[in-house]
């Protein structure tokens, strides 16, 4: 008898990759060991009904990889490190995770010996490229398949396919294309398709339920969330607390317009409460202890980190390099970040640090000063000048 191809799916239990497990076990008779890596959103009682439609749509084995924390060490602190907002909008709450879900997926596969690999990404977005350059990147050896984007596939035919092969499961929330993940929660829809429609208020996972405001005090070390009110817990699980107490307010939403990989212009609806906070609370503690020079060069180096996360070029040196960086600039970003919950939105009402650099005897900005005298401050003045009136004067009769 012939051995059944040993093939690994990257299973989110969705409509794509469910056409994926039955298509591939039933028409190509691969032998298919589905895998959903939990980067955070997820409850147990959604894992186990995961599992659950991964055994009905006729998988081998099922297994879910808890990467929460891997998610949180790789990638997510130095997105908040950074302040990284793509197109000072989007926290790349998705695009960072595919990135740890890749890596995961793959050490899966060598782990079981499997030939194949297999994921539900379609043709037309950013998710194929991150997979496929993950996969090629560490297992070159691995084949990759991809039946929703080799067959063109659109969400009614593999419902009826689904429906023709005995899988008739409710697909109603399938209107919306939605990935929860630690660091927020993305939307896609018929909305989204265009460049003036809004998301309507029920396509976003959590609705306004608390209008009176709250008080929230975050607490950083070395840049990391290490409580909130006082209560230390590690940064992933003050990240889904913060999330919690934030959603009932409805923060974090918005929707992102950018441009993909594949070179087409995107639009995604987000709601993403504890990454916007987090970040917003961060770069105000940074305001406060960094220098100008830090921040200026920290500015730049974020903006290419995330653009290089969000094309799929994790695994390029120049990462671990800038996270080097972000690393060390992180020696003085330690203290309290005090905030109020709003419905909606959320203010930021200051920092309280043994690092303030307001704190400095020299004076305050715009009141009397102790660290230099009037005349002082005219020849420091004549001084900075200079080039401006240099150029001016050499080109004044141009």
Known sequence: MKTPKK??????????TSYCAVHLSKDLHFEVHAVSINTGGFTQKEIKKIEENAYKMGVSTYKNID??????KKVVKYLIFGNVLKNNTYPLSVSAERIVQAIEIIEYTKSINAQYIAHGST????????????????????EIITPIRDQKLTREAEINYLKENGIDLSWEKAKYSINKGLWGTSIGGEET????????????PNQLKKQETEKVKLTFFQGELVAINGQKNTPEINIEMLNSLASVFAIGRDIHVGDTIVGIKGRV?????AAIICIKAHHLLEKH???KWQLQHKEYLANFYGMHLHEGHYL??????ME??????????????FITLKPYHFTLDGIQSDHDLMQAKFGSYGELNSGWTADEAKGFIKIIGNQNKIYQQVNSSK
């Open 7 to 16: 093939l690994v799916l990257a299973y989110s239990g969705g409509l794509d």
């Open 67 to 72: 990467a929460v924390s891997t998610f949180y």
């Open 123 to 142: 043709g037309a977005g950013n998710d194929q490229v991150r997979f496929d350059m993950i996969f090629q990147t560490l297992a070159p050896e691995i």
């Open 193 to 204: 398709l265009t460049s003036h429609k809004k998301l309507p208020e029920d396509a976003y």
């Open 269 to 273: 609806g987000f709601e993403a409460a």
């Open 289 to 291: 202890t960094l220098t």
């Open 316 to 321: 390029d040196p120049v990462m671990r390099d």
């Open 324 to 337: 080097s960086y972000f690393k060390s600039s992180q020696t003085n970003v330690s203290g309290h970040v």
